[in-house]
């Protein structure tokens, strides 16, 4: 919790608190010259013996009200409120591969690291979006709600890791299903992110994903992670990151990991991308996010902390009321009872 919204007008108490005590000091000599150059010590008592002596305390008013002014201006606050949200934004699903095969190193360090790299640099550039985050293999989970939060989003990116879901395979239709199923509540066009190496254990699904993304009106952008080439697949590797054994199938034999777009292809049509550094596939997923619809809808509350300058601020304004209105005129003559009549 931040104790103060604007903390460097702290730094300016003492500095305002000299300068108006050096301007006192400063007046307070000058009068006292005036006053031995013009009056003998005599003189200048008979001519103020009616007026009232200038009190220390109308001085210490007169700093107190600007230390709480520099209180109120650094804006104290503490308690939280929380405060509704409404504005205008597209909605977006970004859907992660956090199979096995993501750990491929035919793009370094591998494929997963390389999406997360990637999504980053997009998610800090999309300030009017709403954006879900789903991890998936051959089931697809919600990792992260659809929320305006870029600081919660970019959080839950760096937590994604292969093998995280404690189901294996891939299935690209697992998370186009419920990516539909999030985003069919709101109007107008939306889309989903895939990012994947393309390898799909359950190819017949795809028309059913295919159909569901339509039906709500969803474009679906895909970008393949991976080359055609292909590498071995990393399965066991040690503290400083060295892979030990490279992983098998049931035969024995060592599995190799290819990027398969066909079936990214026929996903997503023009909307395929195929990986090549993160800030170029960064820009090319945003140019085509800019053209989804907005709708205004009431996002998800934020925590804020109560702003509570009008406290000092009160006491400030009270302070140099007083300090403005000390009294420094005549003393009240004592009334003298009239003589006796005779």
């Excluded at 520099?70 to 934004?89: H, K, R, Y």
């Excluded at 095969?101 to 998610?123: G, H, I, T, W, Y």
């Excluded at 066009?189 to 993304?213: F, M, N, R, Y």
Aim: positive net charge; contains cysteine.
């Amino acid at each position: 919790m931040k104790l103060f919204a604007h903390p460097s007008f702290l730094l300016a108490i003492i500095p305002a608190m000299l300068a108006a005590g050096l301007l006192l000091w400063i007046g307070s000599a000058l009068k006292k010259h005036v006053e031995r150059t013009l009056f003998s010590a005599e003189v200048y008592q008979k001519l103020t013996a009616s007026l009232r002596p200038v009190s220390r305390w109308r001085n210490v008013c007169l700093l107190a009200g600007i230390f709480f002014l520099f209180i109120a201006l650094a804006g104290p606050q503490w308690g939280t409120e929380i405060v509704e949200v409404q504005g205008s934004f597209a909605q977006t699903i970004i859907a992660v591969d956090v199979s096995a095969s993501m750990r491929a190193q035919d793009l370094q360090p591998n494929r997963l690291e390389n999406a997360k790299m990637m999504l980053r640099m997009l998610v800090s550039n999309l300030k009017d979006e709403r954006i879900g985050l789903i991890a998936f293999t051959s089931q697809a989970q919600i990792a992260c709600p659809i929320t305006t939060d870029q600081e919660a989003l970019t959080y839950f990116i760096s937590t994604l890791r292969p093998d995280m879901l404690p189901v294996p395979g891939t299935s690209l239709a697992a998370p186009v299903t419920l990516a539909a199923r999030l985003l069919s509540k709101y109007p107008g066009q939306k889309a989903v992110i895939l990012l994947t190496d393309g390898e799909d254990h359950s190819p017949k699904d795809l028309a059913a994903a295919k159909e569901a993304a339509l039906k709500n009106n969803i474009r679906i952008i895909a970008i393949g992670i991976g080359t055609k080439e292909g590498t071995l697949l990393p399965d066991k590797v040690d503290a400083s990151g060295q892979v030990i054994e490279y992983k098998k199938d049931r035969k024995g034999n060592t599995v190799i990991s290819k990027l398969d777009d066909q079936s990214l292809v026929e996903l997503s049509g023009e909307n395929y991308i195929p990986y090549t550094t993160a800030a170029q596939v960064a820009v090319e997923v945003e140019k085509k996010l800019r053209s989804l619809d907005k709708t205004s809808t009431r996002v998800s509350r934020n925590l804020t902390y109560k702003n509570r300058y009008q406290i000092p601020l009160a006491f400030s304004f009270l302070l140099l009321t007083v300090y403005l209105l000390w009294p420094v005129g005549r003393k009240k003559q004592p009334i003298l009872n009239p003589p006796p009549s005779r």
